[in-house]
């Protein structure tokens, strides 16, 4: 015990509104009332987080405690461990709280009681992952459904394919940055830092965030509207430019509700609400499809090309479709009101907040930064795309790509987010190594499998779902074979993703945006170095005889630039947060690599012997699909057990609810 008089003032143990504040000297008025109990004692305990003394106003503390033990009774229930791995500090407030006994740092029972929170901090965030997986499967199930429906619909290449994607190539862009969690990646760290320093938990700061960025976005989607006819013109050949430019101002108000839902996203995680944003895309997929059944009941042409096309079925693909996209961001709107929070229109900073509006001036600097970068290797692929006449194909593949990532990392890396931002804003090094090491080694166990299943049955996979309609066996195939020779890149794009995170959890967006520089220019590079190597022959028409090493090299060269981006990253990450010990990466990444390989000979095996017993492409395809993907799963299952992977045992232990 130490008496008040000995007491070093130095170090802060006094708070107001959660922030350190200098003691009254009894010179002034009279001192506020929760102060005068500590003064009156006498003497008190050494200062600990444990036992902070508030001197704010009643209201804001009582509330603040109230919504403190709502927050980990929640937690407890739905075990999301994102709340209970807020740090050392506050875990044994909330222990104190809660009137249990903690164990002193330091001491073997402080080690062992430290490991066991780690443990169930991560069990929690798989679980938290999975619940979200869920809908992220459903949502892909149904996405699957829509690109299928919208090829049996346009074609796979050339045409009013092209036209249609070549105008939804910005959006679908956008879409990718998000889907990635650029924007929300970069909201969570300023939203987690305004919850645990302001008095009203950060909601004034967060409408005033969310105003503003409406108002951004709505005016560079009018800007990006306006300047459809200029962004057809610069890519589009003579004869789809205008069905481009249709499609284009249709469809680039998408820009708007995709930054619309992110936002939303973001106010919803750091609530530990992660459900409605999985299930949410859900709803545009049944929208597009719906479109897409009205178009195909709509009396047209025979010969669906630009020239044939009605202003109906214009008006009905690029309304409909940005329709969907509305749905999926406004549908989120309930789910932020049941969460608590009500957006109100606010866009005035106050005095202490001009520091952090100025902080988020220059993310959102960093960020269209990112997004212009970008932008310069879509316009590339854009105009090679269409010059090979594989636009369609590269768009489809690449949500062929994604879809693994969606399913099974995106729910792991939306539930780590918010917990790789709290230890960013205590200064917890050694926690967001770990939180790295960790996202890196479950996206291994998730993609390299999938990885190997997409170079061995990405043929079948495509002819099983696209060739049907407008799609003929070759175009399909041709998908299938671009998806499997870049499916290498699946678990690098899993890992620049994570590392993007790491940066903007430190409220770092130049590092992510020069890493983004470097992914650019390699991708950039590579497509024209391959399009000038594969060109068609002069004469030839590309929107019948796609020039097939051309298109397959798109998706190469996208997956190219995922392991440039991930190799700059882990240099860039070690320099900032020293050894990064990622040797438990490299061990569970090459166990599962030899358990992946060992099954995609086995697939392929199968593969090969069922072209031989069933007549026909579709027919060899499906049963090449199903067996080898069943026998696959089952030799890479055996494997993996057999090798006792520590990362596998992890995953299997949370989904048997261990």
Not at 508 to 515: A, E, M, V
């Amino acid at each position: 015990m130490t008496t008040v008089e000995d007491e070093d003032w130095g170090s802060a143990t006094l708070y107001a509104g959660r922030r350190p504040v200098e003691p009254r000297m009894f010179t002034e008025a009279d001192p506020i009332g929760a102060m005068t109990s500590v003064w009156s004692t006498g003497t008190a305990a050494e200062p600990r987080w444990s036992a902070t003394t508030y001197v704010g106003r009643p209201r804001h503390r009582r509330r603040a405690e109230r919504k403190k033990r709502a927050d980990i009774e929640t937690a407890v229930e739905t075990e999301l461990a994102t709340s209970t791995a807020v740090g050392a500090e506050q875990d044994a407030v909330a222990e104190a709280d809660a009137g249990t006994a903690v164990a002193e740092p330091g001491t073997a029972a402080g080690q062992l009681a430290g490991e066991q929170d780690v443990e169930r901090s991560n069990r929690g965030l798989l679980a938290a992952s999975g619940s979200m997986a869920v809908a992220s499967l459903t949502s892909r199930i149904t996405g699957f459904a829509r690109s299928i429906v919208l090829v049996a619909a346009l074609g796979a290449y050339g045409g009013v394919a092209d036209s249609y994607n070549g105008g939804n190539t910005f959006p679908n862009m956008v879409y990718e940055l998000l889907l990635g969690g650029v924007l929300s990646s970069v909201l969570i760290p300023l939203l987690v830092h305004a919850q645990e320093t302001d008095d009203d938990e950060g909601v004034a700061y967060a409408q005033r965030l969310l105003s503003i960025a409406a108002a951004a976005l709505a005016a560079m989607t009018l800007l990006a509207v306006l300047a459809a006819p200029l962004i057809a013109g610069a890519f589009a050949p003579p004869d789809q430019r205008d069905l481009t430019t249709i499609f284009a101002t249709l469809l680039l108000p998408e820009i708007f509700f995709y930054g619309l839902g992110a936002m939303f996203m973001a106010v919803l995680n750091i609530r530990h609400v992660f459900k409605p944003g999985a299930w949410a895309p859900v709803l545009n997929n049944v929208i597009v499809i719906a479109t897409v059944i009205v178009f195909w009941a709509l009396p047209g042409p025979t010969t669906l090309n630009p020239a044939t096309i009605t202003t109906t079925q214009i008006l009905v693909l690029g309304v409909g479709t940005t329709l969907g996209i509305a749905a999926q961001a406004l549908v989120l709107v309930p789910s932020l009101r049941r969460a608590g929070f009500h957006w109100k229109w606010r866009f005035r900073a106050l005095p202490s907040e001009v520091g952090r509006m100025r902080e988020v001036g220059a993310l959102a600097g960093w960020v269209l930064a990112y997004v212009v970068i970008s932008q310069i290797g879509v316009a590339v692929i854009q105009k090679v795309g269409f010059s090979n006449g594989g636009l369609t194909i590269f768009t489809n593949v690449d949500l062929l790509f994604q879809v693994p990532y969606g399913i099974l990392v995106v729910s792991l890396l939306t539930a780590i987010m918010p917990r790789l931002s709290r230890a960013a804003v205590r200064g917890d090094e050694d926690a967001v190594r770990d939180d790295l090491s960790l996202g890196a080694r479950l996206s291994a166990v998730a993609l390299v499998p999938i990885t190997a299943g997409l170079i061995v049955l990405g043929v079948p996979l495509a002819i099983s779902i696209f060739a049907y309609g407008k799609t003929d066996v070759a175009g399909a195939e041709l998908m299938g074979s671009a998806l499997a020779w870049s499916a290498f890149g699946l678990f690098p794009f899993a890992i620049v993703m994570l590392q993007l995170r790491v940066f903007y959890a430190m409220r770092d967006g130049k590092t992510p945006t020069l890493i983004n520089a470097f992914m650019v220019a390699a991708k950039v590079a590579l497509v024209l170095v391959s399009s000038a190597v594969f060109a068609a022959p002069p004469g030839t028409n590309v929107n019948v005889h796609p020039s097939v090493h051309a298109v397959q090299w798109l998706n190469i060269s996208t997956s190219l630039s995922y392991v440039v981006g991930a190799v700059v990253g882990h240099i860039v990450l070690k320099r900032r947060l020293g050894h990064l010990g990622f040797r438990p990466v490299l061990v569970t990444t090459t166990q599962i690599g030899v358990a992946s390989v060992v099954g995609g000979a086995a697939a392929y095996a199968v593969v090969v012997g069922l072209a031989h017993v069933f007549a026909g492409d579709r027919l060899s395809a499906i049963a090449g699909l199903i067996g080898g993907g069943i026998v696959g799963l089952a030799v890479f299952a055996l494997v993996a057990w057999r090798m006792r992977i520590d990362d596998v045992q992890r995953v299997l232990a949370t989904v048997r609810g261990g």
